[in-house]
């Protein structure tokens, strides 16, 4: 069964932009990125949209429908009401390129500034011994396609662009909470986390973990976690004595 749906999508680039309006064929079992794909097929040949799987693996499509970020290729059009108004815009946090296209080299900034994976040196490359729960921790964490919706998300950078220098976000925290769980991991991440990562400015809203299509448990399993690492350094009187007195 077809209809016509109305659609708002924000047409731009850097400079400014606005949203414009459409009446469009949806059919059943389609998605929002089908009814953008037919926008540009019959109405707006220029229409920019970043996709590229169309399975909810790439994490390349995604944007803002009704103010919520989402993955476009796994937003199906049946969660709406027919006569509702959908609007489809950029992701907010980062710069828009074009219409649904933003810049979103933030994130590879932020990837590139967490040391890769240390493994001892006295331990060749095939004689890494691993507990089957320590492989299954990190493996949630492994599921992240890179959409970089909790990133978008995030109220610490969201609405603050002063804060992106500072903080890592949540995508780039749990990857130095995935290290830090990590026994073969011979780095100490906690110190870095806090005073270069910005771990300190998350005060667990949990947002991220809200929008993430692969539902991994963000906050819970690895941010939470990590901050009582943190937290453990810090007040572990042990650890206290041997930094402020055996020192001086
Ligand atoms: Fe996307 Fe989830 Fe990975 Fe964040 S953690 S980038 S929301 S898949
Ligand atoms: Fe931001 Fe997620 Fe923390 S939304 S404040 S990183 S719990
Ligand atoms: Fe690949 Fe949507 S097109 S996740």
Same mark, same amino acid.
């Given at each position: 069964?077809?209809?016509?749906?109305?659609?708002?999508?924000?047409?731009?680039?850097?400079?400014?932009?606005?949203? @414009? $309006?459409?009446?469009?064929?949806?059919?059943?079992?389609?998605?929002?990125? $089908?009814?953008?794909?037919?926008? @540009?097929?019959?109405?707006?040949?220029?229409?920019?949209?970043?996709?590229?799987?169309?399975?909810?693996?790439?994490?390349?499509?995604?944007?803002?429908?009704?103010?919520?970020?989402?993955?476009?290729?796994?937003?199906?059009?049946?969660?709406?009401?027919? $006569?509702?108004?959908?609007?489809?815009?950029?992701?907010?946090?980062?710069?828009?390129?074009?219409?649904?296209?933003?810049?979103?080299?933030?994130?590879?900034?932020?990837?590139?500034?967490?040391?890769?994976?240390?493994?001892?040196?006295?331990?060749?490359?095939?004689?890494?011994?691993? @507990?089957?729960? $320590?492989?299954?921790?990190?493996?949630?964490?492994?599921?992240?396609?890179?959409?970089?919706?909790? @990133?978008?998300?995030?109220?610490?950078?969201?609405?603050?662009?002063?804060?992106?220098?500072?903080?890592?976000?949540?995508?780039?925290?749990?990857?130095?909470?995935?290290?830090?769980?990590?026994?073969?991991?011979?780095?100490?991440?906690?110190?870095?986390?806090?005073?270069?990562?910005?771990?300190?400015?998350?005060?667990?809203?949990?947002?991220?973990?809200?929008?993430?299509?692969?539902?991994?448990?963000?906050?819970?399993?690895?941010?939470?976690?990590?901050?009582?690492?943190?937290?453990?350094?810090?007040?572990?009187?042990?650890?206290?004595?041997?930094?402020?007195?055996?020192?001086?």
């Amino acid at each position: 069964m077809s209809y016509k749906a109305n659609f708002r999508v924000w047409r731009g680039d850097a400079a400014g932009g606005e949203l @414009q $309006d459409f009446t469009v064929e949806v059919n059943e079992g389609e998605v929002v990125l $089908d009814i953008i794909h037919r926008l @540009q097929a019959t109405q707006a040949s220029d229409l920019a949209v970043r996709w590229n799987c169309k399975a909810g693996k790439c994490g390349s499509c995604s944007a803002e429908v009704n103010g919520r970020p989402r993955l476009l290729c796994m937003t199906r059009m049946s969660v709406f009401a027919e $006569d509702e108004v959908i609007t489809v815009t950029p992701m907010r946090t980062f710069p828009v390129i074009r219409d649904l296209v933003t810049d979103v080299s933030f994130n590879y900034t932020k990837a590139r500034e967490i040391p890769a994976f240390a493994p001892p040196p006295e331990l060749a490359p095939g004689e890494y011994r691993m @507990q089957q729960v $320590d492989v299954e921790r990190s493996q949630e964490f492994r599921k992240c396609i890179e959409c970089f919706l909790c @990133q978008n998300t995030c109220h610490v950078v969201r609405d603050h662009e002063e804060n992106k220098e500072h903080f890592a976000g949540p995508r780039y925290l749990m990857r130095i909470a995935e290290l830090e769980m990590h026994p073969l991991d011979a780095g100490d991440r906690r110190e870095a986390a806090q005073a270069e990562h910005g771990l300190g400015y998350c005060n667990i809203t949990k947002c991220c973990s809200e929008v993430c299509p692969e539902n991994i448990h963000i906050t819970d399993n690895a941010l939470i976690p990590m901050k009582e690492r943190v937290a453990d350094k810090r007040y572990d009187p042990l650890v206290w004595l041997g930094t402020n007195l055996f020192r001086r």
